[in-house]
């Protein structure tokens, strides 16, 4: 059974930073890629962020480029997205995305996430 657990949310002032992990099991994840979708109220899903299988390739949603870095740790089955100087607009569900493609983009996934809330006061 695949897994995809999301975890490090919460409350932040704004300009501050916060790191999302998302762990993986049931499935060699590390052979694909992963990626990071968001979700306002009111609002659809969007993409944040995608990450290759070995990491040499990222992609970034124009409103978080130069504020938030994808990374993975493949020995570890982990993901992780670092926002840094967050805003008030990146209050968000932030779900884990699961590949079985190395595509690096704005892509449906196949496997997501239960979710982790971000709330950025101003």
């Known amino acids: 059974q695949v897994q995809l657990v999301e975890s490090g949310g919460g409350l932040v002032q704004a300009g501050g930073s916060l790191r999302l992990s998302c762990a993986a099991s049931g499935r060699t994840f590390s052979r694909y890629a992963m990626g990071w979708f968001r979700q306002a109220p009111g609002k659809e899903r969007e993409f944040v962020a995608a990450?290759?299988?070995?990491?040499?390739?990222?992609s970034y949603a124009d409103s978080v480029k130069g504020r938030f870095t994808i990374s993975r740790d493949n020995a570890q089955n982990t993901m992780y997205l670092q926002m840094n100087n967050l805003k008030p607009e990146d209050t968000a569900a932030y779900y884990c995305a699961g590949y079985i493609t190395n595509y690096v983009g704005d892509r449906t996934p196949n496997y997501w996430g239960q979710g982790t809330q971000v709330t950025v006061s101003s």
């Open positions: 990450i290759s299988w070995n990491g040499g390739s990222t």
